[in-house]
C-alpha cells in the first residue's frame, strides 16, 4: 500500500463501542435452510417504512414489524425456476405510488413484483449474467439500477419496463460489478464498484431525456433507443481489492473491500479533464475479520449509522457522521447467514 | 582564509545545532499539519451533515406527500400470512434467542421466463479500434474469481512478466509543501536541511529539490505566470511558425482515415510527406469573375473583358460550335470554352501572331497568370479586327450608350474605368441568355474596346508597357496593399507558400482559402509578384513557365521551411508500440486464425523515404509492399501496383490483389472504381456490371447478421437473407491488442472458457470481447458454412467471413476457428480419423462451450 502523505491522513475510528445506544434482538425468524442473501426496509414510502423483504434462493418474503417485536409475514413469492438463487432486493413503485420489489439474482433475470396486487408485474431480461445489486432512485422510485457481473450496470423504469441506460463500455467496469447506489440529491448521480478494484462515478445529465422519454414510452420496451454511457466523471483507485459495496454519504463516498475496513473518501474531480481526479481519504471505519469479499453495509434512512457483519457472525454498528467515527455497538449473533439490519432502529 | 575558515566553522556549528532543532521543528510542523487535517476532516463531515439533512427532509417530503394521497387507496390490505411473536423489551434473554421457522402457507408463483445465454456487455464497432492504453491487462494483478473453488485466485503473472511499477513521482500534499517551505525558508538549503527533510517525508533528495524550486516559482512568480496568461489569450498566434500552428491538426488528424482523433490508427501518427506534389488546380488559374473588391483582376479587367467578348462573339460570328457561351450560367465552363476557342482563332489568325510572339519573349519579368491574360489579350485583338468589321454598324449606334455610362463614371481615366465597366457588364452578361442582349453587350463592349484599344495595342507592341500599366493600376488602387506586403508574419508567408503548392499561383484562391480575412487577393498578387521576382528567372517557352516557377516556388519553399520541431512532435499522446514481436513461444492461448494463412501476415507501416525505396526503407525491410500511403513516388520498386483486370474479373485468383489477400483499391487500380451516383451524369453506374468485386470491404457490402440464441452453444450469429458462395458477410471487429496483450487476456479468457481473440498479423491481435460485432458470436465448426479470410484493405488488416456454400435465409452461421491443434479446447478439436466419416454436419459442428 501507498503511503500516506502527511496531511492527508484519515481519521480512524476507535473499536471501542461508545454504547450509545442500545440494541436488543427482538425476534429471530428462519426461512428454511437457504441463505438469505438480502433483507431490506422500504424507504421510499412512509407508509410501508416498517415493512421489510427478504430474498433467499428462488424465493421473495415480505414482513412487517409490529408492536413488541412481533414481525408479520406478509406475502411470499417462489420462483418457478429452482436454479434461481435471488442475490439482491429493493423497494421501488409505480407512479402512482404502488409499491414494487425488484429482484434478481444469478439468472439475470430482474423481477418486478407489484406487491399491492401480490403478482408479478414484469420480467427484464436483458443483463448477460447475474444480478449483484439492485437500488432504488429515491426521488423517482420508478428508477432503478442494476449491477450486474456482465461488467454492466443498467439504468430500468420499473414502471415501463424500459431500459434506458447502460453505463459500460471504453470506460466501464472490467470485471463483475458488485455494487452500486444513487446519490442522495444529485438524481443524475450514481456510483458503482467492482471486481475491477474501482469506484466509478457516472452522471446522466447528457442522457436524461431519455430517462424522461423512458415514461411516455407506449411502443414496445424492445424498441426504446437505449443509450450506453461509456465514460464514467470519475474513477477512484482507493482499493487494492474487489470493492464490493459502495455508498453515497451526502456527496462521499462509503466503500469497502477486503481489507477490514470501510473507507470514507471525497472525490475531488478535475473540472477539465473528466474521468480524472483524486480520491482523499477522510474516515475510516474498521471491521474486524472483514476479510472476505461480498459482505455489504447498509444504512439507515437518516445516513447516521452504518451497520456491516462480519466472518464471524459479528455485527458492527458505527455512527458515520461523527469525526472521529464512533462505533455504537457491535452485537454477537450466532446464526451465520442472518443479517440483522438495524434500520428498524430509527 | 582564516576568516573564511571560521566561517564554515562556524557555519557547520549552526547546522548541527540547526539539525537538532530542525528535527524538532519538522516535528512540530507534522502535528501542526496533522492538527490542522483532522480540523478540516471535522469540517467536512460536518458540512455534508448538513446537506444531508436537508436531503433527508426532502427525501421524507418525497415519501410522505404520497402517503397522504394514497393512504387509502393501495398497500397490503390482506391479512398477514401469518404473526410471529417477539420478545418483548427487557424480557429476552441476550444469548438465547428463540427462533421461529417461518412456514408459509402460500406464496404466489413467479412464472418462468426464458434465459437468455450469458454474455459480457459489449459495444458495436464498426471498424477495428486500436487499444486505449488504459485498457491493458499487461503488468496487473488480476484477481480471477474461481466459480468451483469459491476461491479467489490471483492471476499471477510468471516472473519476467511483473513489471516494475515505474519509480512514480511522488505527489507532494500540501501539508507536506508547507513544511518543505517553511523549513528551507528558515534553515536554507543547506545540504543536512534537505537530507532531514528527505528522510521526513520519505523520499529523494532530488524531489525535494525539485519540488522546492517548484514551489518557490509558484509563490514567486505569480505575478509572472498572470502576465504569461494574459499573453495566451491573445487569440491565434500569428507570431507562430505554421508547422507550429498546425501541430494539433498534424497529430490528431488521421491522413489515412480522413478523420481527427482516429481510434484505428491512433494521434501522433509518423507524418509521411509524399514525395510527389499533387498537380494544383490549374484549370481554376484563368477564373474570369473578380473574387472581390481588391482583386488582383480588377487591374486585368481590360484584358479580361476582351477575352470574354471573344469568346461571345466568336460564337455568334464564326459559329464555331452553334451553341452561344452566351448561355454560360456556368462561369468555369464558360471559361474552359474560352481558352478552347481562342486557341483555333490564333492559329487562324497568324499575321497577328509576330505581337503575340513579340509579346512572349520579352516580358518575362511580368507574372505567369498576367502573362496568360496577355496572351490571351493578344488572341483578342486579332479577332477584334475581325469582329470590327462585323459590329461596325451597331457599334456606331449604341456608342452614344457607351459613352453615357462611362460618363456617368465621371472620372478622369476613362480608359482603365471603362475597362472595370466592362468587366462589370461581362459578369451581368455571362449569365445572359438571349440572343439580343449578347449581341447588346457585345457590341457595347466592342465600343469600350475602341476606348481601350489603344493601350491595348500599345501593350502588345511596347511591351515595357503592360507591366508598368499593371504596377500603376495596383498602386494607384490599393496602396495600403503594397505597404502591407512589408508586413507578411511568418504564418502568413508559410500559408501563401502552401498556397502555391495547392492552387498554383492563383491569388485569388490562396487569398479566399488560406488567407482569408489575413490578406486580400491584392496584396497575394503584388507578394507573389515581389517574392517572383526576387528569385532567379529562366526565359522559357511560356506554357512550361508557370511550372517553373511552382517548382522554384516549392523548392524555395522547402529551404525556408524549417525541419519540424522534434518537440513538437512529441506532444499529444503518442501511442507507440513498445512490443516488438516475439517469434517463440504463445503457449495455449486460443486465436481464431483466418483460413488459408499458416504464416501471419506483416503489419504495413508506411516509409517515408523519398521518391526511390532504397534497402533502408522500413517496408521493404518488414517485408510488406509499399502502399499509397508510403512517401516514396509511385514508381518505386516496392509499390504493390494494383490489378489491371478487366470487368469483374478481380474474384479470383487471377487478379494480383486478390491473390496478394488484398482488396482493390480505387486509387491504384485501373479499372476498379467506386461511384456514388446513378449514372445520370454520365459516370460509372453504381452497382452491376463492371464493378470490382474485391472491394466489399472497403464498400461495406456486407449482409445483415442477426442475433440469436444458437442452436449448438449460447448466442449464434445467423443471416436474414440467403447467399451464393463466396459472398461476404461481414466483418469480424474488434479491438487491436498486441500478441504479449493478447497473451495476457487470453489466460483469463481461457479460464472463463469463452475467448474472442482472432490473429490478425505479426502485431496485432483482434479482441472482441468487449468491443466488436455480431459476427463475433458465430460458432465454431469444424464443417463450416463460412470461412474468415483477412483481407488487407487500404493498408489495414480486416477480417472479412465469407460464405462457404450457399446458404439459406436464416441458417446459423459457423466457421472453422482453427486453434492450433495442441491449443484447441476439446470442443474445437477435429474429430477422430474414424469419427470424421460419419459426422454430419450438426455434429462435426462442435459447440462453442460456455463457463456458465
Not at chain 1, 442475490?87 to 433475470?109: E, K, M, Q, R
Not at chain 2, 424480557?91 to 434465459?115: A, I, P, W
Not at chain 2, 526576387?534 to 513557365?545: E, I, T
Not at chain 2, 464493378?691 to 470491404?697: A, D, P
Request: glycine content about 6%; overall charge neutral.
Amino acid at each position: 500500500m501507498a503511503r500516506t502523505a502527511i496531511g492527508c491522513e484519515p481519521l480512524v475510528g476507535s473499536l471501542t463501542p461508545s454504547k450509545k445506544r442500545e440494541y436488543r434482538v427482538t425476534n429471530k425468524l428462519q426461512e428454511g435452510k437457504r441463505p438469505l442473501y438480502a433483507v431490506v426496509f422500504n424507504f421510499i414510502d412512509s407508509r410501508y417504512f416498517n415493512v421489510f423483504a427478504t430474498v433467499g434462493g428462488n424465493r421473495v418474503t415480505v414482513y412487517q414489524c409490529l408492536e413488541g417485536g412481533v414481525i408479520a409475514a406478509l406475502q411470499s413469492y417462489v420462483d418457478e425456476d429452482k436454479e434461481e438463487s435471488f442475490y439482491t432486493v429493493s423497494w421501488a413503485c409505480n407512479v402512482d405510488g404502488i409499491p414494487f420489489l425488484v429482484a434478481g439474482g444469478i439468472n439475470g433475470i430482474i423481477r418486478v413484483i407489484d406487491v399491492s396486487n401480490e403478482k408479478l408485474h414484469k420480467s427484464f431480461v436483458g443483463h448477460g449474467d447475474s444480478i449483484n445489486e439492485i437500488r432504488t432512485q429515491p426521488l423517482k422510485p420508478s428508477l432503478v439500477v442494476s449491477a450486474s457481473k456482465d461488467e454492466s450496470v443498467r439504468l430500468w423504469n420499473v414502471q415501463t419496463g424500459i431500459c434506458i441506460l447502460i453505463f459500460a463500455g471504453a470506460g466501464g467496469h472490467r470485471n463483475e460489478v458488485l455494487s452500486v447506489d444513487f446519490h442522495p440529491s444529485d438524481i443524475y448521480r450514481i456510483a458503482s464498484c467492482g471486481m475491477d478494484n474501482t469506484v466509478k462515478i457516472w452522471s446522466m445529465k447528457e442522457f436524461w431525456t431519455y430517462v424522461e422519454k423512458s415514461f411516455t414510452w407506449t411502443d414496445l420496451p424492445s424498441k426504446f433507443p437505449t443509450k450506453y454511457v461509456q465514460f464514467p466523471v470519475f474513477i477512484a483507485s482507493v482499493h487494492s481489492n474487489y470493492v464490493d459495496c459502495n455508498r453515497w454519504l451526502g456527496d462521499f463516498i462509503l466503500s469497502k473491500s477486503v481489507d477490514n475496513e470501510i473507507v470514507l473518501w471525497e472525490p475531488k474531480m478535475k473540472e477539465q479533464s473528466p474521468g480524472e481526479g483524486t480520491a482523499d481519504i477522510l474516515q475510516k471505519y474498521p471491521v474486524p475479520e472483514c476479510d472476505i469479499w461480498f459482505i455489504k453495509f447498509s444504512c439507515d434512512f437518516h445516513y447516521n449509522a452504518a451497520a456491516i457483519g462480519n466472518r464471524e457472525g459479528k455485527i458492527f454498528v458505527w455512527e458515520l457522521q461523527s469525526s472521529p467515527p464512533v462505533l455504537i455497538a457491535r452485537l454477537i449473533c450466532f446464526s451465520l447467514h442472518v443479517k440483522y439490519n438495524p434500520q428498524s432502529v430509527y | 582564509m582564516v576568516s573564511r575558515a571560521s566561517d564554515s566553522s562556524s557555519k557547520s556549528r549552526q547546522s548541527n545545532d540547526g539539525l537538532g532543532n530542525l528535527t524538532y521543528k519538522l516535528n512540530q510542523l507534522k502535528k501542526q499539519v496533522q492538527a490542522e487535517r483532522v480540523v478540516s476532516v471535522k469540517d467536512k463531515i460536518e458540512k455534508n451533515r448538513k446537506k444531508i439533512e436537508n436531503d433527508i427532509s426532502q427525501l421524507l417530503s418525497t415519501t410522505s406527500r404520497k402517503s397522504v394521497i394514497f393512504a387509502m387507496d393501495n398497500g397490503f390490505g390482506n391479512m398477514p400470512l401469518c404473526k410471529y411473536s417477539g420478545f418483548p423489551q427487557g424480557l429476552g434473554d441476550r444469548d438465547y434467542v428463540n427462533s421461529h421457522e417461518v412456514v408459509l402457507s402460500t406464496s404466489s408463483k413467479l412464472s418462468h421466463v426464458q434465459k437468455i445465454p450469458p454474455y459480457t456487455t459489449w459495444i458495436f464497432l464498426d471498424k477495428n479500434q486500436r487499444m486505449a492504453e488504459d485498457q491493458s491487462v499487461v503488468g496487473r494483478r488480476r484477481i480471477y474469481y474461481d466459480q468451483h473453488g469459491s476461491e479467489a485466485l490471483v492471476c499471477s503473472d510468471s516472473e519476467e512478466d511483473i513489471i516494475e511499477p515505474e519509480e512514480e513521482k511522488h505527489e507532494f500534499s500540501d501539508g507536506e509543501d508547507r513544511i518543505l517551505w517553511t523549513v528551507f525558508e528558515e534553515h536554507g538549503l543547506g545540504e543536512e536541511v534537505i537530507n532531514a527533510v528527505s528522510q521526513f517525508i520519505g523520499i529523494a533528495t532530488s524531489e525535494v529539490q525539485d519540488r522546492y524550486s517548484t514551489l518557490k516559482e509558484k509563490y514567486d512568480g505569480k505575478n509572472l505566470k498572470e502576465f504569461e496568461d494574459a499573453g495566451h489569450e491573445r487569440g491565434i498566434a500569428l507570431e507562430k511558425s505554421l508547422s507550429a500552428a498546425l501541430d494539433s491538426f498534424d497529430n490528431l488528424f488521421c491522413r489515412r482515415c480522413l478523420l481527427f482523433d482516429c481510434r484505428l490508427h491512433g494521434c501522433s501518427q509518423t507524418l509521411i510527406n509524399p514525395s510527389e506534389k499533387q498537380p494544383y488546380w490549374s484549370e481554376y488559374e484563368d477564373d474570369r469573375k473578380p473574387c472581390s473588391n481588391h482583386c488582383y483582376l480588377q487591374a486585368f479587367s481590360l484584358s479580361l473583358s476582351l477575352s470574354a467578348i471573344i469568346t461571345n462573339t466568336e460564337g455568334t460570328l464564326l459559329h464555331c460550335n452553334a451553341e452561344v457561351p452566351g448561355a454560360h450560367s456556368d462561369i468555369m465552363a464558360g471559361e474552359r470554352c474560352n481558352s478552347k476557342r481562342v486557341l483555333p482563332v490564333t492559329s487562324e489568325a497568324v499575321d497577328s501572331s509576330e505581337v503575340a510572339i513579340g509579346n512572349e519573349n520579352t516580358d518575362t519579368s511580368m507574372q505567369s497568370l498576367g502573362k496568360r491574360k496577355a496572351l490571351e489579350l493578344n488572341d483578342s485583338v486579332k479577332v477584334f479586327d475581325e469582329i470590327e468589321e462585323s459590329l461596325n454598324k451597331k457599334q456606331k449606334k449604341l456608342l452614344p450608350l457607351d459613352v453615357l455610362t462611362a460618363s456617368s463614371d465621371g472620372i478622369p481615366r476613362p480608359d482603365t474605368k471603362s475597362g472595370h465597366h466592362v468587366g462589370a457588364i461581362n459578369d451581368n452578361e455571362l449569365q445572359m441568355t438571349s440572343k439580343n442582349t449578347i449581341k447588346k453587350s457585345v457590341s457595347a463592349k466592342v465600343v469600350s474596346h475602341n476606348n481601350i484599344e489603344h493601350n491595348i495595342m500599345d501593350g502588345a507592341k511596347d511591351v515595357n508597357k503592360e507591366p508598368e500599366m499593371k504596377q500603376s493600376f495596383s498602386k494607384g488602387e490599393l496602396p495600403e496593399g503594397v505597404l502591407c506586403s512589408s508586413e507578411w508574419k511568418p504564418i502568413e508567408k508559410e500559408l501563401y507558400l502552401k498556397g502555391v503548392e495547392i492552387f498554383g499561383r492563383n491569388s485569388c484562391l490562396i487569398a479566399r482559402n488560406l488567407l482569408s480575412g489575413l490578406k486580400t487577393c491584392m496584396e497575394v498578387s503584388t507578394y507573389m509578384r515581389d517574392s517572383s521576382s526576387s528569385m532567379p528567372h529562366k526565359s522559357v517557352a511560356p506554357s512550361s513557365f508557370l511550372e517553373e516557377t511552382v517548382k522554384v516556388d516549392t523548392d524555395y519553399a522547402e529551404q525556408e521551411m524549417p525541419a519540424r520541431p522534434r518537440l513538437l512532435r512529441r506532444r499529444g499522446r503518442a501511442r507507440k508500440l513498445k512490443y516488438s514481436w516475439k517469434s517463440a513461444g504463445h503457449p495455449s492461448i486460443w486465436k481464431r486464425i483466418a483460413d488459408g494463412k499458416n504464416q501471419s501476415c506483416k503489419q504495413y507501416t508506411p516509409c517515408g523515404c523519398q521518391s526511390m525505396c532504397g534497402k533502408q526503407c522500413p517496408c521493404l525491410h518488414n517485408g510488406t509492399c509499399c502502399e499509397k500511403y508510403c512517401g516514396c513516388s509511385k514508381s518505386c520498386k516496392n509499390r504493390f501496383r494494383g490489378c489491371h483486370c478487366a470487368k469483374s474479373q478481380c474474384r479470383s485468383r487471377q487478379c494480383p490483389c486478390f491473390a496478394a489477400g488484398r482488396e482493390c483499391d480505387p486509387d491504384v487500380c485501373r479499372n476498379c472504381w467506386v461511384s456514388c451516383g446513378d449514372g445520370s451524369l454520365g459516370e460509372p453506374p453504381k452497382r452491376g456490371d463492371g464493378q470490382c468485386g474485391n472491394m466489399r470491404l472497403l464498400l461495406r457490402q456486407q449482409q445483415r447478421i442477426l442475433l440469436a440464441k444458437s442452436d449448438v452453444a449460447g448466442w449464434g450469429a445467423f443471416l436474414k437473407n440467403s447467399v451464393s458462395k463466396n459472398d461476404y458477410l461481414g466483418e469480424y471487429t474488434g479491438e487491436l491488442i498486441s500478441h504479449r496483450e493478447a497473451d495476457k487476456r487470453g489466460k483469463i479468457y481461457d479460464r472463463a472458457n469463452s475467448s474472442f481473440l482472432f490473429d490478425l498479423n505479426d502485431q496485432y491481435v483482434l479482441d472482441a470481447y468487449r468491443k466488436g460485432d455480431k459476427l463475433k458470436f458465430a460458432n465454431h465448426s469444424s464443417n463450416p458454412n463460412c470461412f474468415a479470410k483477412v483481407m488487407l484493405v487500404a493498408g489495414d488488416h480486416r477480417v472479412g467471413i465469407f460464405a462457404k456454400e450457399h446458404i439459406e435465409a436464416s441458417e446459423e452461421l459457423f466457421y472453422d476457428y482453427r486453434y492450433g491443434p495442441d491449443q484447441a479446447p476439446a470442443w474445437a478439436r477435429k474429430p477422430e480419423g474414424s469419427k470424421r466419416e460419419d459426422s454430419s454436419v450438426s455434429q462435426g459442428r462442435a459447440k462453442k462451450h460456455q463457463s456458465h
